[in-house]
């Protein structure tokens, strides 16, 4: 099948655009009001852009409490979300008033950052504190802005618990990271293989 996304006429029961760009790393991003308040909120469009430097970007669907508290401090926490969290990590999903804590709510440990003045979830296997670079609304073809907000971060400091790491690693399949599919699907990405690169 075929389709130009102009008109979006696929012929399926849903929108199949997320579910062939999956599975997406969950950024459970933790940020602080200028009024002190906390808050807790995943998003799968996230991930690492660069490595020198450490840069890690997500995007919000609206102008929600995560990128009106990044506007007021600068600065955010990305928690890490594996198998033993989903759940707590779907509760934090939740549209709550702003003030309203989701570490609370998930009943999670909001743990301050040692770089940075965000929260970020003491539960997590590791955890990126950070600072804005860029923020900015993507535009389309047509130059109208999206709704989106995309924030980009450099990571100044990472958080990694100790029984995370294996022999010299952080072991995946201990941790099992969950990944965001398309519609409400989600998957557990602890089933690891290696490949090498091949020499040419």
């Keep these: 099948m075929f389709y130009?996304?102009?008109?979006?006429?696929h012929g399926l029961s849903h929108d199949p655009f997320k579910a062939i760009v999956s599975p997406r790393p969950i950024g459970w991003i933790g940020t602080r009001g200028?009024?002190?308040?906390?808050?807790?909120a995943p998003y799968s469009f996230f991930n690492a852009i660069s490595d020198r430097p450490k840069l890690v970007m997500f995007s919000s669907s609206g102008h929600k409490g995560s990128v009106r508290n990044i506007e007021e401090t600068g600065v955010f926490t990305a928690s890490f979300v594996?198998?033993?969290?989903?759940?707590?990590?779907?509760?934090?999903?939740?549209?709550?008033?702003?003030?309203?804590?989701e570490f609370s709510l998930a009943g999670l440990t909001a743990t301050d950052g040692r770089l940075v003045a965000a929260p970020y979830v003491?539960?997590?296997f590791a955890a990126?504190?950070?600072?804005?670079?860029e923020r900015f609304q993507p535009r389309g073809l047509d130059g109208e802005f999206s709704d989106n907000y995309v924030v980009i971060g450099q990571v100044v400091g990472i958080h990694i618990r100790e029984e995370?790491?294996?022999?010299?690693?952080?072991?995946a399949q201990l941790v099992r990271?969950?990944?965001?599919?398309?519609?409400?699907?989600?998957?557990?990405?602890?089933?690891v293989f290696e490949i090498m690169r091949p020499k040419l």
């Design 4 to 9: 130009p996304t102009d008109s979006n006429e």
């Design 34 to 40: 200028a009024d002190g308040s906390h808050n807790l």
């Design 82 to 101: 594996g198998r033993a969290l989903i759940d707590a990590m779907n509760t934090t999903s939740a549209a709550v008033p702003h003030g309203e804590s």
């Design 122 to 124: 003491a539960e997590a």
């Design 128 to 133: 990126l504190e950070c600072r804005v670079t």
């Design 164 to 171: 995370a790491i294996r022999e010299g690693r952080f072991d």
């Design 177 to 191: 990271p969950i990944g965001r599919m398309g519609y409400m699907d989600y998957c557990d990405a602890g089933d």
